[in-house]
């Protein structure tokens, strides 16, 4: 693909000085650097967490409505993604959970949350709210990880050590970069070639590739502790919202059904015709369900 040639995939070392040449923020938790956002300056607290490969801006419609909606925003890269360390770790639950609570402890304090999760990043947010829910008031999911489904045959090679490794340093950014691309389908070709882009620019950096293929087997695969963390969050009675498109073609709708049995007392929206990425291809849309969520008591 012509942009990964423009990026020389896995080219760059991710360090202090790379860093000082970006004008981002940055927080040295004990887990690893993290490159977070902190935008808005509202009473409402709100911490969004991106899923398996596409960072921090996959929020970018999302994080600029709440902030307009009285909501102080915070926003991160997972470790092993955009500009956040690529620790030596296994990317399970427990690594992603930790780094959100010791993020949330620096920037929060003490205070609760609204916790908004996508992706593999509900899998995350769950497992978080089920060790942590005294610290979140309500937990939004939008087309999480988590449940059982089809793996499809990319995955399930993916799975097999040594060969999923050779997969992925061979065809792995090849996939991330088309897969995300195809699941965007209602924004203009403009929209699309910037995602995917952006979605490069951050594959330029040294151990991305690791650690995606480390968490799709140790998180996204992982369908038993998802699927303790989700019995967890329907412990808590903490009010969730899952939002889901019928056209998602990386987690597929039909898992809805199930995580309804696992959560009782979740609330379901459903896309009809919405691809993986709906936060991002219908912004608008997406905080037009999430807003009322989070205001009504």
């Known amino acids: 693909m012509k942009l990964l040639n423009k990026y020389k995939v896995d080219s760059l070392e991710l360090n202090d000085s790379t860093r000082s040449k970006l004008n981002e923020k940055f927080i040295k938790l004990p887990c690893g650097t993290t490159h977070y956002a902190l935008e808005g300056n509202g009473d409402k607290k709100a911490v969004l ?41 296994d990317y399970s639950h427990s690594v992603f959970v930790r780094q959100l609570e010791e993020l949330t402890d620096a920037v929060f304090g003490n205070e609760s949350f609204f916790l908004v999760g996508t992706s593999m990043g509900g899998a995350i947010t769950a497992a ?30 993916s799975n097999i050590k040594g060969i999923g490794e050779i ?10 970069t088309a897969s995300c691309a195809k699941e965007i389908i209602y924004s203009g070709e403009d929209v699309r070639s910037s ?35 989700y019995k ?22 039909y898992q809805a059904e199930t995580m309804q049995k696992v959560v009782p007392q979740m609330k379901l929206i459903t896309y009809e015709g919405s691809g993986h990425i709906f936060l991002y291809d219908e912004g608008d849309r997406t905080l037009n369900d999430i807003i009322p969520f989070f205001e009504t008591n």
């Open 195 to 229: 995602y995917t882009d952006r979605f490069a620019f951050h594959m330029q950096y040294k151990g991305m590739l690791k650690a995606t293929l480390y968490s799709l087997r140790n998180t996204i695969l992982n369908f038993d502790d998802s699927l303790k963390a």
């Open 167 to 176: 997969m992925f340093r061979t065809a792995g950014a090849s996939i991330l």
């Open 128 to 157: 978080f709210t089920a060790k942590n829910p005294d610290k979140v008031k309500k937990l939004v999911l939008l087309a999480p990880a988590g449940m059982k489904f089809d793996v499809p045959a990319h995955m399930k090679i």
């Open 49 to 89: 967490v991106h899923g398996y490969a596409t960072p921090l801006f996959i929020y970018d419609k999302i994080a600029e409505g709440l902030t307009k909606n009285g909501f102080t925003v915070l926003r991160y890269d997972l470790l092993g993604r955009g500009l956040s360390d690529r620790v030596d770790s």
């Open 232 to 253: 967890g969050v329907a412990d808590s009675n903490i009010p969730v919202l899952v939002i889901w498109g019928t056209n998602d073609k990386t987690m597929p709708y």
